[in-house]
């Protein structure tokens, strides 16, 4: 098993750039793959970025791909995602989410953390 704790949200000015960071406990953490997940205001959520659990590897939901960017430390057992250039549509809950499968991570994880809160104001 692998505990997930989210911390780094917050209310943020459009332009900004912001870096959620996902520490985990447990189990030899680089066994996993990690996914963030974001969940706008009345909306699914959503996958927007992987990483797998050598740190090698890593996959982006198209909308984000030059913005976003995923990196993980195995030694600290903490994954980020550095969100640049922040927009207001970008304003959701982002989760992060750990499983051993590199590709149900993206989807179906087994592990999630609490979420944190991330607003983008215009």
């Known amino acids: 098993q692998v505990q997930l704790v989210e911390s780094g949200g917050g209310l943020v000015q459009a332009g900004d750039s912001l870096r959620l960071s996902c520490a985990a406990s447990?189990?030899?953490?680089?066994?996993?793959?990690v996914a963030w997940f974001q969940q706008r205001p009345g909306k699914e959520r959503e996958f927007v970025a992987f990483?797998?659990?050598?740190?090698?590897?890593?996959d982006y939901k198209n909308t984000v791909k030059g913005r976003f960017t995923i990196s993980r430390d195995n030694v600290k057992n903490t994954v980020s995602l550095q969100i640049d250039n922040l927009k207001p549509e970008d304003t959701a809950i982002y989760y992060c989410?750990?499983?051993?499968?590199?590709?149900?991570?993206?989807?179906?994880?087994?592990?999630w953390g609490q979420g944190t809160q991330v607003t983008v104001s215009s």
């Open positions: 990483i797998n659990g050598g740190g090698y590897t890593t």
């Open positions: 989410a750990a499983d051993t499968g590199v590709y149900v991570v993206r989807t179906f994880p087994e592990y």
């Open positions: 447990g189990d030899t953490f680089s066994r996993y793959a």
